[in-house]
T-cell receptor
C-alpha cells in the first residue's frame, strides 16, 4: 500500500466550478500535512498547510480527518490558472522528510 | 526569501558519462537539503537527505555509489549521477529545509533538472 494515495484524475471542470480532491495516508504518526501544486515540468510549490481544525486560504479550503487518515482540498470558483497537478504531502515517520502522493490532475476549461 | 536554484535546468548526455547537478540556497543557509527524483506521471520520490558537513542518508533502494551527494557548505549541495544510463533519465529536484527561522516541515524546492541519457 502506498503511503499517500490520491485519485490521479484528471478532473475536468468548467470555470467557476467547485472541485474537491481527497487523499489518504497510511502513517498514523504523521504530524504535518500539506497540499502542493505542480505545474507541468516544474517543481512543486506549497499551496497550503493543512491544520487539524481545517483552514481556508481564499478560494482554497483544506480539511484533515486524523481518525480516518484523510485529507481534502476544496477549490471554489475554479480559474483557468488553477489547472495543475495537486500533490498531497505528509511528513514521514522521522523528522521533516516529506512523502508525496502521485498527484491529482485538474483541468479547468472555459 | 527562501529561493533555491538548480543548475543545469536540463542536460542530455551519453550513456556511461557522469552528470553533476548543483543545488544552491540563494538567500539563506540550509543545513539540510533533500534530493528527489520524479519519473513521468509518478510522485516525487526522496532519494537522499544531506546535511552540511556529513554523509548523506540514502533511502532504501537508492545506490549511494551511483548517486554521489556532497553538501560541503550551507548553501550548496551537489548530486552526481555516475555512469548514467537511460533508465536514470528523470526529473531531479532538490529542496532545502530545516531552517531555523521557518517551520521545519517546510521545504523550498529548486526548479529541477531534467536529465536525459541517450
Amino acid at each position: 500500500r502506498k503511503e499517500v494515495e490520491q485519485d490521479p484524475g484528471p478532473f475536468n471542470v468548467p470555470e467557476g466550478a467547485t472541485v474537491a480532491f481527497n487523499c489518504t495516508y497510511s502513517n498514523s504518526a504523521s504530524q504535518s500535512f500539506f497540499w502542493y501544486r505542480q505545474d507541468c515540468r516544474k517543481e512543486p510549490k506549497l499551496l497550503m498547510s493543512v491544520y487539524s481544525s481545517g483552514n481556508e486560504d481564499g478560494r482554497f479550503t483544506a480539511q484533515l480527518n486524523r481518525a480516518s487518515q484523510y485529507i481534502s482540498l476544496l477549490i471554489r470558483d475554479s480559474k483557468l490558472s488553477d489547472s495543475a497537478t495537486y500533490l498531497c504531502v505528509v511528513n514521514g515517520e522521522y523528522g521533516n522528510k516529506l512523502v508525496f502522493g502521485a498527484g491529482t490532475i485538474l483541468r479547468v476549461k472555459s | 526569501g527562501a529561493v533555491v536554484s538548480q543548475h543545469p535546468s536540463w542536460v542530455i548526455c551519453k550513456s556511461g558519462t557522469s552528470v553533476k547537478i548543483e543545488c544552491r540556497s540563494l538567500d539563506f543557509q540550509a543545513t539540510t537539503m533533500f534530493w528527489y527524483r520524479q519519473f513521468p506521471k509518478q510522485s516525487l520520490m526522496l532519494m537522499a537527505t544531506s546535511n552540511e558537513g556529513s554523509k548523506a542518508t540514502y533511502e532504501q533502494g537508492v545506490e549511494k555509489d551511483k548517486f554521489l551527494i556532497n553538501h560541503a557548505s550551507l548553501t550548496l549541495s551537489t548530486l552526481t549521477v555516475t555512469s548514467a544510463h537511460p533508465e536514470d533519465s528523470s526529473f531531479y529536484i532538490c529542496s532545502a529545509g530545516g531552517l531555523a527561522e521557518v517551520n521545519t516541515d517546510t521545504q523550498y524546492f529548486g526548479p529541477g533538472t531534467r536529465l536525459t541519457v541517450l
